[in-house]
């Protein structure tokens, strides 16, 4: 588009929907020869426990567009999953986060587990023996890896994605189920999922210590929400699973959250997520 030769009304009359087709189709292109360059790769987001011990990492994908910049996996994770990339994709997360925990080890840093992000898409029948494939070649214990889905995904195609992750499970691969809360879950339903982790969506966390006041600033504890989030503890914790807490950013809400019994904690108050060296760098005894 020339939009700058144009009148006025020709460039109103280029509809956002024209724009939008188009640069959904560009940006398709682009991911597509993204796979496989420096374009695409992990960060990777400390998991800790309640005396600040590593647990484990979260792989996060990101995007360097060469004219765009940084593209928000929220944004190209959709598209990818709409245009079937998804599985290329996953591949290449996968393999890369496998691949990084036998680097880290190699360095002389043992990561306890990494936890990587599946698209709904992804748990088609028989997906449980790539995970397996790719474990193996890394000669990675499967009881090192954690899968996060999430509820909503998991409603699309309940019995080919449940088969997949009991699978996984019966491998000793753990399974997350992420940004809970957000999504639509009976508890019946919930009792019913494969599941050993379930991580409180970062909402439920925010609202732990609301911004008091219209001038803004002042956190305080929200009494009620804190009471949510600890039936959603004490829920999880009766059904077996571990509890991760998502987004936690503050100091009150992290207080909070340990009073509750929570077992593990993600957040920018901890640790944003940062590169394999960065992690090394970290966490390493010697560092
Ligand atoms: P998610 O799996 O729920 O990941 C957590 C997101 O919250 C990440 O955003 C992380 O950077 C962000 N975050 C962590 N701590 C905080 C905090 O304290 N405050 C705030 N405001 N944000 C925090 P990110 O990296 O932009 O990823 C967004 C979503 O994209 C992920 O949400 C996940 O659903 C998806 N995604 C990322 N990587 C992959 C991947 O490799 N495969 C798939 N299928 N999805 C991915
Ligand atoms: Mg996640
Ligand atoms: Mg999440
Ligand atoms: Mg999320």
């Not at 006025?8 to 993204?34: I, N, Y």
């Not at 609301?210 to 803004?216: E, L, Y």
């Not at 009471?227 to 987004?247: K, M, P, Y």
């Amino acid at each position: 588009y020339h939009a700058k030769s144009r009148g006025d009304h020709a460039l109103r009359w280029e509809s956002s929907l024209d724009k939008h087709v188009a640069s959904r189709m560009t940006l398709e292109q682009d991911l597509r020869q993204a796979i496989g360059s420096e374009q695409l790769y992990l960060h990777y987001q400390p998991q800790l426990d309640s005396h600040g011990e590593l647990q484990g990492v979260e792989a996060l994908l990101r995007w360097q567009h060469p004219e765009l910049g940084m593209i928000s996996p929220a944004q190209f994770i959709p598209l990818a999953e709409e245009t079937g990339l998804i599985f290329r994709l996953g591949r290449f997360v996968l393999e890369e986060a496998c691949a990084q925990m036998v680097r880290w080890q190699d360095a002389g840093l043992h990561m306890p587990r990494m936890a990587v992000n599946l698209s709904a898409r992804q748990l088609t029948s028989g997906y449980e023996n790539e995970v397996f494939g790719v474990l193996e070649s890394q000669k990675l214990s499967p009881t090192r890896l954690e899968v996060e889905v999430t509820e909503t995904l998991l409603i699309q195609d309940m019995e080919g994605g449940l088969a997949v992750l009991g699978a996984l499970r019966e491998l000793g691969v753990r399974v997350a189920l992420d940004d809970f809360g957000q999504g639509y879950s009976s508890l019946s339903y919930l009792s019913s999922l494969p599941l050993d982790v379930l991580k409180v969506d970062r909402s439920f966390v925010m609202k732990m210590d609301a911004v008091a006041g219209s001038d803004g600033g002042i956190r305080c504890p929200n009494q009620q929400a804190i009471q949510l989030v600890g039936a959603v503890i004490s829920l999880g914790h009766s059904l077996g699973h571990e509890i991760v807490a998502e987004g936690v950013e503050t100091d009150v809400q992290f207080e909070e959250l340990k009073r509750l019994g929570c077992d593990t904690y993600q957040g920018y108050l901890l640790a944003r997520p940062m590169s394999a060296e960065a992690i090394l760098e970290r966490f390493s005894v010697n560092a």
